[in-house]
């Protein structure tokens, strides 16, 4: 409020994440029914829950870099990698615990993605996009041509299972608290971070990085800080993933899976955490079911061949994005606001 206390300010309000009790019931609910899931679902969604909590940390990363900085990111797979290989070297060589290596993990990905975004400072558009593939091609390049008794070559690494004061996480249960905890504290620092004078640096420099300079903004190095940001939650998100899966081999992190990582931003929504969150449920809900459905069709119709699983999703995600594009630019959070903003001024137009 103003200090005449007649006419709301919105700034503040604007930094508050949850600004009802019904938003406070819901979010609480919601996490306690996570907590629960073990005990309420199926070994097979306790799967599913753990590989959307793993990407929701690199989408949200991703959502920081390129929907709040507006900077064009499809390296974010070999971030990712960087994050994996550094947690599954740590840990295997030198016995830390997942309490160390993950940050280290996010670290040693920051560090990558922040040589990468130096050179936003100077590009931008297509440019900037070809500069983050190249992150892709250096990442596997370095991998399978260094010794392999450095980064374990073709042949990948195996990774020890997490381990805390002799408890030895194993398990899809055991893993998804895990998962849980890290999802929940990066999620909520992502809100953090948009909340801050950083945020607003990053929303400054995507609406118009010259008119940012002006206003004092150091815009190079927004634009790197947005890129060590982003990288930093691809790092922990790999270093999850190495964890969960117990071996990293360099073909799971490809420019495929960059483009799956973008294709949820897009679809939920870019500019938004939540928009993040909901992207990476709607694409992962896909890509199961196709991998379910897929191997059922290429039995029941030969000719199609036992790759149709991956050319399907390929085919599918592909004009899942091309549809956004045109019908749903602004992604499902926008049309949400939308129909928000319908209801409270309800029965006016306007």
Not at 19 to 40: C, D, I, S
Not at 308 to 329: K, Q, R, S
Request: proline share 3%.
């Amino acid at each position: 409020m103003d200090p005449s206390g007649i006419f709301p300010t919105s700034y503040r309000s604007d930094r508050r994440i949850i600004r009802t009790r019904w938003q406070v019931l819901a979010l609480v609910l919601f996490m306690a029914l996570l907590l629960l899931a073990p005990y309420l679902v199926s070994g097979r969604i306790i799967a599913i829950l753990n590989m959307m909590m793993i990407s929701a940390v690199i989408a949200v990363g991703l959502q920081i870099c390129t929907g709040y900085a507006g900077q064009i990111n499809l390296g974010q797979a070999a971030f990712m990698g960087v994050g994996a290989y550094t947690a599954s070297i740590l840990a295997s060589k030198t016995g830390l615990t997942f309490l160390l290596t993950i940050p280290l993990a996010g670290l040693s990905a920051a560090l990558f993605g922040f040589l990468f975004g130096l050179t936003a400072a100077r590009i931008k558009g297509f440019y900037l996009a070809l500069t983050t593939i190249a992150a892709q091609f250096l990442f596997h390049f370095a991998v399978l041509n260094l010794p392999s008794t450095w980064m374990g070559g073709s042949n990948g690494i195996t990774v020890p299972p997490a381990e805390l004061f002799g408890l030895r996480f194993v398990g899809e249960t055991a893993q998804f608290y895990m998962n849980f905890a890290v999802t929940a504290i990066m999620v909520a620092g992502a809100f953090g971070i948009v909340r801050s004078r950083f945020g607003r640096a990053f929303v400054a420099v995507r609406d118009d990085d010259v008119a940012a300079g002006i206003m004092g903004i150091n815009v190079a190095a927004t634009k790197a800080n947005a890129f060590l940001i982003g990288a930093f939650y691809a790092g922990v998100g790999g270093a999850l993933w190495a964890y969960l899966i117990r071996f990293v081999g360099v073909d799971q992190f490809t420019l495929f899976h960059s483009i799956f990582f973008v294709a949820m931003i897009i679809v939920g929504g870019m500019g938004s955490i939540v928009g993040a969150l909901v992207g990476v449920f709607i694409i992962r809900i896909i890509q199961e079911i196709i991998a379910t459905v897929g191997p059922n069709i290429a039995d029941s119709v030969s000719f199609l061949g036992g790759d149709i699983v991956f050319a399907g999703m390929n085919v599918v995600l592909g004009g899942v994005i091309a549809l956004f594009m045109i019908l749903e630019p602004k992604g499902l959070m926008h049309r949400w606001n939308i129909m928000k903003s319908s209801y409270r001024i309800w029965p006016f137009p306007y």
